[in-house]
């Protein structure tokens, strides 16, 4: 009987804190004025970007290298 109420207490537990932060979340994203597709094209983006910082360094450390 205790491992039920155990079992049942943390399952209330995590879908009281699922509700809260999809709440939090979507009053983040309602007063930020954006969506979340929106958000993961710029990190993208942003990372697509450093990719390519570090391809160009790794070519220009390679490229010095050459005999």
């Known amino acids: 009987m205790i491992v039920?109420?155990?079992?049942?207490?943390?399952?209330?537990?995590?879908?009281?804190g699922k509700i809260s932060y999809n709440g939090v979340?979507?009053?983040?994203?309602?007063y930020t004025n954006t969506s979340p597709q929106k958000q993961k094209e710029l990190q993208m983006k942003t990372l697509e970007e450093r990719v390519n910082e570090l391809e160009r360094l790794v070519e220009g450390?390679?490229?010095?290298h050459d005999d």
């Open 4 to 16: 039920f109420l155990i079992t049942e207490a943390i399952d209330i537990l995590y879908s009281l």
């Open 61 to 64: 450390i390679d490229g010095t």
């Open 25 to 30: 979340a979507w009053l983040y994203y309602w």
